[in-house]
């Protein structure tokens, strides 16, 4: 069962570099979304989408991007890299009339 | 965006001890949820609470959702080792909109 998976699990970037970061679900779950993890500051949600071609952001989508063009993928953009995107990101999936949202394991990216 | 104030930000308890935590918020939620981080994981959902007074348990967790709808409170009953992780509180007043509290880190000596 592998449920919402990420990859990588952690990335060095330097600033300006681009970077895809990846996110698959195999529950058929419409919705799907991408959070930053700060310390200090819980989870904040970038974007999400409600199912393949829709796309919205979230509270924190400057200098990220996203696409959905199927079901199962959700990746999430860095076109260049800035040190403030050091965070742990963390992708979920559900579906909309439901509350639960399943989290990957997250990506630990560092931007230098 | 939203502010979710979650208190406390960690709690060195031990072994067997009661633990309480709690959200609150300028806004009012149509629900609230309470998840638990483990270390090097995603967050997992403990409780779900979708009306105003509700009072849910599961094991030795018991979750409130608030009369005003702006806090909710999670207490833990007889904790024990592997209860040590990051609890969070999320507020949900749209679909596909969630906010999160910033965690409180709970530490269990044996």
């Known amino acids: 069962n592998a449920g919402v998976t990420q990859t990588p699990k952690f990335q060095v970037l330097k600033t300006g570099q681009s970077m895809t970061l990846q996110c698959a679900q195999d529950m058929n779950h419409e919705y799907m979304s991408w959070y930053r993890q700060d310390p200090g500051m819980g989870l904040r949600l970038i974007h999400y989408?409600?199912?393949?071609?829709?796309?919205d952001q979230g509270e924190v989508p400057n200098g990220y991007n996203v696409s959905r063009s199927t079901t199962e993928d959700f990746p999430l953009r860095l076109l260049s890299a800035a040190p403030s995107q050091t965070s742990v990101y963390f992708c979920a999936s559900g579906h909309p009339t439901d509350t639960e949202a399943f989290f990957g394991q997250g990506t630990r990216l560092t931007v230098v | 965006g939203q502010q979710l104030n979650q208190s406390p930000q960690s709690m060195f308890i031990q072994e067997g001890e009661d633990v309480s935590m709690n959200c609150t918020s300028s806004s009012i939620f149509n629900t609230w949820l309470w998840y638990k981080q483990d270390p090097g994981e995603g967050p997992v959902l403990l409780i779900a609470?979708?009306?105003?007074?509700e009072l849910t348990s599961n094991g030795r967790l018991t979750a409130q959702f608030g009369i005003t709808r702006k806090d909710s409170f999670l207490n833990i009953s007889a904790s024990i080792p592997s209860d040590v992780g990051i609890y969070f509180c999320a507020g949900q007043w749209d679909f596909n909109k969630f906010y999160f509290g910033s965690g409180t880190k709970l530490n269990v000596k044996p």
């Open positions: 609470l979708y009306k105003a007074g």
């Open positions: 989408s409600v199912g393949a071609g829709i796309t």
